[in-house]
Nanobody
Framework: QVDLVESGGKSVQSGGSLTLSCEVS????????VAWFRQAPEKEREPVAA??????RAYAESVKGRFTVSRQNPNTWDLEITSLKPDDTAMYLC???????????????????WGQGTQVTVSS
């Protein structure tokens, strides 16, 4: 069993920055991918960033240059977001799967283990 807990979401002004964290507890396999998704009201869940056990990273085109995913310690992965825009307003969720990225940003259907999410609200 693997549990994921996101934190760091808050209300911020447009142009600001924040860092979200995803803490994973339970058994981690040698190969894995940790991904960040976001879901705005009445919109589909979309992948924004991912990192795997080899350190490979992938980003959605819409967030490149503003989002940075990293591993902070053996059980925590961060998502740093800069130059926030109102369109970034969403629930942000992290997820883990047991194989690497293989050069592509993963889809939600690839993941079984999810956190509950943390809300980011950006005001103009």
């Amino acid at each position: 069993q693997v549990d994921l807990v996101e934190s760091g979401g808050k209300s911020v002004q447009s142009g600001g920055s924040l860092t979200l964290s995803c803490e994973v507890s339970g058994r981690m396999y040698h190969e894995y991918s940790v991904a960040w998704f976001r879901q705005a009201p009445e919109k589909e869940r979309e992948p924004v960033a991912a990192i795997d056990s080899a350190g490979e990273r992938a980003y959605a085109e819409s967030v490149k240059g503003r989002f940075t995913v990293s591993r902070q310690n053996p059980n925590t992965w961060d998502l740093e977001i800069t130059s926030l825009k109102p369109d970034d307003t969403a629930m942000y969720l992290c997820a883990v799967r047991w194989w690497p990225l293989r050069g592509t940003l993963p889809e939600a259907s690839d993941f079984v283990y999810w956190g509950q999410g943390t809300q980011v609200t950006v005001s103009s």
